[in-house]
């Protein structure tokens, strides 16, 4: 097998070539016919997470097929669609657990952070944690929902049911959920770079009722904003764009530090959380809803040789949308 291998963070993934994996009991080998390029991917390579397992593969929106299975995995087949996400493995006994809250798991492993991902030509994967894709839509179309997709439905089911909700940072996340809070009959306001005309056009077209700078005002306090910009200068406008009661969720894995802010942004019973992770459930139920919803990503591809050059375009800003990855 070929990947993509970062063995130093700070410096550039290396086209490695790797003896070909067998699965463990429990696990599937998939052949991996497109990967997302994520955010988080760029806070690995960049060293902003701690305790990495190096070297490792990036990579943690994985579509791929089964091409070997290890033994006692039930309820797969050789040769089916699956993709593996974030969340890559829990200890099933912690606390969380047992609380059904596996997505703060006090032992987990994340694919593509402490386990080996996407950014290759296979990965192994612990078959508890693939989601079955079926046969509707393209590869590179659906890398993007088992994160960008998965991540940005628990943060909008954590934003609540308000219907004006703000979106800081219109990047892969944003452009799934946007049109998932469309469905829902909500009124989307996209928060960019302040001058980023060409985002906030592109916001407009996924069906945003008002898009504009991150400095900019709604034009309506909003019931809950979603921070996916890794910035946290944006928590304190957020927090002033949301109405009394309201939330602002920040989804990201990494952000810069939160400038001090008034307490008044805050007064008023308004909510400022994180999500982290995901649960299986999350992805269950994400990717039950996304055919009837008819979600369309919009993809840029690269060779996965080039995985470099679609870390650097993510950190420029210079696609909309999400990158994709293809061996
Ligand atoms: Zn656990
Ligand atoms: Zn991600």
């Known amino acids: 097998m070929h990947a993509m291998v970062l063995k130093v963070p700070g410096t550039a993934l290396e086209w490695t070539d790797l003896a070909d994996r067998q699965p463990g009991p429990g696990e599937i080998r998939v052949k991996v016919a497109a990967c997302g390029v994520c955010r988080t991917d760029l806070h690995v390579v960049d060293g902003e997470l701690p305790d990495p397992q190096l070297p490792i593969i990036p990579g943690h929106e994985i579509v791929g097929r089964i091409d070997a299975m290890g033994a006692g995995v039930g309820g797969l087949q050789i040769g089916e669609r699956v993709g593996i996400p974030w969340l890559a493995h829990t200890c099933g006994v912690c606390p969380y657990c047992v609380g059904h809250q596996e997505n703060l798991c006090d032992s987990p492993a994340f694919t593509g952070y402490t386990r080996d991902g996407g950014f290759a030509t296979a990965t192994i994967a612990d078959a ?63 928060f960019t770079r302040p001058g980023d005309a060409a985002t906030q056009a592109f916001a407009r077209r996924l069906g945003a009722n008002w898009a504009g700078g991150s400095d900019e005002t709604p034009p309506f306090p909003l019931d809950a904003a979603i921070i996916f910009a890794a910035v946290g200068d944006l928590v304190p406008l957020a927090l002033r764009a949301v109405r009394k009661g309201g939330r602002v969720v920040c989804a990201g894995i990494h952000m810069s530090d939160i400038p001090s802010f008034p307490y008044r942004l805050l007064w008023e019973e308004r909510q400022l959380v994180s999500v982290a992770n995901l649960t299986r459930q999350d992805g269950i139920d994400f990717l039950r809803l996304a055919p009837q919803i008819g979600i369309v990503t919009q993809t840029t591809r690269y060779p996965l040789e080039q995985a470099n050059r679609a870390l650097a375009d993510l950190r420029a800003g210079r696609f909309d949308g999400a990158a994709v990855l293809v061996p």
């Open 128 to 190: 508890r944690f693939a989601f079955p894709l079926g046969e509707v839509g393209g590869d590179v179309e659906l890398a993007p929902l088992l994160c960008a997709g998965l991540i940005g439905w628990r943060s909008l089911v954590s934003a609540g049911g308000g219907s004006n909700l703000g979106l800081y940072g219109f990047g892969a996340a944003a452009h799934i959920v946007a049109q998932v809070a469309k469905w829902q009959e909500r009124s989307v306001f996209a």
